[in-house]
């Protein structure tokens, strides 16, 4: 886990930002958090979730509902808070993309969906 020198992050420190892999490929946004409430009663977060799912979620439950039944979950990916190596407005991941499986989605809607638009050159 990365040091954080004392500092405080808030969610909006994380939400948002890029994930950048160690070959400095860009590989999505971070859309939601994974946390867990200890007994103690301390949060600790858990990862960081890059997906269609969890940010039609942060839209609207009805959204996130309907992206849920259109992809099964396949396209949320959780990252762990150990891979994170930097905060900042990027998110620097220790491993290389190929470790990630995100960006998946981009290619199925490209596939299933926008080859059905004239134009689209998806055919």
């Known amino acids: 886990m990365p040091q954080l020198d004392d500092n ?8 948002d930002s890029q994930l950048e892999t160690k070959d400095k490929r ?4 971070v859309a939601d958090i994974e946390a867990e409430l200890r007994e103690d009663g301390t949060l600790v977060l ?3 979730i890059s997906g269609p799912q969890a940010l039609a979620g942060r839209l609207s439950t009805p959204l996130r509902i309907f992206f849920q039944r259109l992809f099964h979950d396949r396209f949320d990916h959780c990252i ?3 891979d994170i190596e930097n905060f900042g407005p990027t998110l620097k991941l220790h491993h290389r993309a190929a470790v990630y499986p995100v960006g998946q989605s981009d290619r199925w809607i490209a596939r299933y969906l926008l080859r059905w638009l004239p134009g689209s050159g998806y055919r």
């Open 8 to 15: 405080m992050l808030s969610i909006r420190d994380i939400l």
């Open 46 to 48: 858990k990862g960081v």
């Open 80 to 82: 762990p808070m150990q």
């Open 26 to 29: 860009r590989i999505g946004r």
